[in-house]
């Protein structure tokens, strides 16, 4: 065979996947994974006609690229990605270029490209999105790092990619260092959000108001039809229709209600803490996976603590207002990871182009939604949009369902069933367009107790009040 095109060390479902999809489109791909047997077991089981060869040693693999190499990681992130660097680097020569294409954290990125630059190597941290459909027939990839290694690789890239609805393959070069990890990283925040606010709609709909799961996954599969149409709408309706084959139950009765998460949502919260954006539908879906994995304490509790009625009313217009809630709440996501991108990308010199970010969401990842194309209209046609709830078009949409939202978020709250992320998109919204905040409370208590000063706002200047003086202050 002659030597390949580009070499894919990690035979999990991406990596095999990618593999796949990459040699489908005429490349030739070398592929090496630690564990032998299961590169075997991929070239024996699931190589029909692609032209992909098999490696048992990193060197091996080396010998079986063209140069420039060009080799993509699909390897669990974390000390993974530097003990596969490690075994490969004596292999390769300056020019050569990595490709990290696992969820690592942007940080490890921006360090191992200043490593591996020193010795002359490229290196490109590319998240991509999709799951194993979307490795295999076109993920949403979003690559960072040195420019003209994107541009080396951007023929592959281009080719395997999804499509957005205009043609156009969703890659696109994100930026320097871990640009595009960040961006993989935002996107994971927001599947987080959505999954939530998906959860507790569904919450209410059968807890509540005692819908059985398959009259909610024909709701699901309705809305999936129109402004709520997305991946993760239509895959909720698949997932509620779904029998489970041992009891005849509805399949997601039966599954333990315990949230597991591997870091990415986390991460999104930390950079926000640190980069002081808020990001509260993001936060309460991260709080939301950690209370649900304390299922004993909540099993214990369940029989101590009570409150609220746990079902709903059913009048007319709850459907309704539960898809305007939906709906709400997930712009308000979108509008947080937006936020978080257009700060990072200015803290961490990204040079982020916002309505890209959102153009190569549109297919192939978990997030694809309709509603990304009207997001990125929104920042194409204006750059400084200074949030996405203002954006003309949205706006409208928004405030035309904030009854409905607002009706469901009492409805939810009467009934005593948690919406963390409902309500707290909506805490969101209704801070962001409140004029005066408590705020000055906060101000006048950290001056009483530590002197922190306040500004007025009948004069400029800094102020300071002895609280506790004879007076109105006096304790
Ligand atoms: N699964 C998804 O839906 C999805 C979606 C987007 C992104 N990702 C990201 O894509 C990457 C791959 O994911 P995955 O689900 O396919 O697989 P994974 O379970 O995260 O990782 C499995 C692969 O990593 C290799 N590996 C683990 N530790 C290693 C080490 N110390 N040295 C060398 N190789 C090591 C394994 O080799 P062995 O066979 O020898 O154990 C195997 O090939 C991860 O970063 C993941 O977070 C996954």
């Known amino acids: 065979m002659p030597l390949s095109d580009i070499g894919l060390i990690g035979l999990g479902v991406m990596g095999q996947n990618l593999a796949l999809n990459i040699g489908r489109h005429g490349f030739g791909v070398a592929v090496y994974n630690r564990t032998g047997a299961v590169t075997e077991r991929f070239l024996a089981e699931r190589i029909a006609s692609e032209p992909i060869q098999g490696a048992k040693t990193a060197g091996e693999l080396a010998a079986l690229l063209s140069r420039p ?33 696992g969820n690592s954290h942007f940080r490890d990125t921006a360090r191992r490209e200043g490593e591996l630059g020193a010795a002359g190597l490229r290196f490109l941290g590319a998240g991509i999105s999709g799951g194993e459909e979307g490795a295999l027939n076109g993920p949403s990839i979003m690559p960072g790092g040195p420019k003209e290694a994107y541009d080396a690789v951007s023929k592959v890239f281009e080719a395997v990619a999804a499509r957005g609805p205009d043609g156009s393959p969703c890659v696109a070069y994100l930026g320097p260092r871990g640009a595009g990890h960040y961006v993989k990283m935002v996107h994971n925040g927001i599947e987080y959000a959505v999954m939530q606010l998906i959860a507790e709609i569904y919450d209410l709909l059968c807890r509540g108001l005692g819908l059985p799961a398959l009259e909610t996954a024909k709701l699901f599969g309705e809305w999936n039809r129109g402004e709520l149409s997305s991946f993760l709408i239509e895959i909720t309706s698949r997932v509620l229709s779904r029998p489970d084959p041992e009891t005849g139950r509805p399949l997601v009765e039966v599954i333990l209600d315990e949230a597991e998460q591997k870091g990415t949502g986390r991460w999104t919260v930390q950079d926000a803490l640190d980069l002081g954006v808020a990001i509260p539908t993001i936060g309460a879906a991260v709080q939301a996976r950690i209370l649900s994995a304390m299922k004993d304490e909540r099993t214990a509790a369940s029989k101590i603590l009570r409150g609220g009625g746990n079902s709903a009313g ?12 939906l709906y709400a709440g997930v712009l308000c996501a979108y509008a947080q990871g937006m936020e978080l991108l257009r700060a990072a990308s200015e803290a961490h010199e990204f040079g982020l182009d916002l309505a890209e970010a959102a153009r190569i969401w549109r297919a192939g990842c978990i997030i694809r939604a309709a509603l990304l194309e009207d997001i990125r209209a929104a920042f194409s046609g204006n750059p400084d949009l200074p949030n996405l709830l203002v954006a003309p078009g949205i706006r409208d949409r928004l405030q035309e369902r904030e009854p409905g939202w607002r009706r469901t978020a009492g409805r939810i709250l009467q009934a005593g069933i948690p919406a963390p992320a409902m309500t707290a998109s909506l805490s969101y919204f209704d801070g962001y367009r409140t004029e005066r905040l408590p705020a000055n409370l906060i101000q006048a208590l950290r001056d009483y107790f530590g002197a922190h000063t306040y500004r007025r706002l009948d004069r400029p200047g800094s102020f300071h009040t002895d609280w506790t003086e004879s007076g109105t202050g006096r304790v």
């Open 69 to 101: 190499r060009k080799v993509i990681l699909m390897v669990k992130a974390g000390s993974a990605v530097d003990a596969v660097t490690a075994d490969l680097r004596p292999h390769l020569e300056p020019g050569d270029i990595l490709i990290d294409g």
């Open 314 to 325: 059913r009048e007319p217009g709850v459907i309704e207002d539960a898809r305007a809630a």
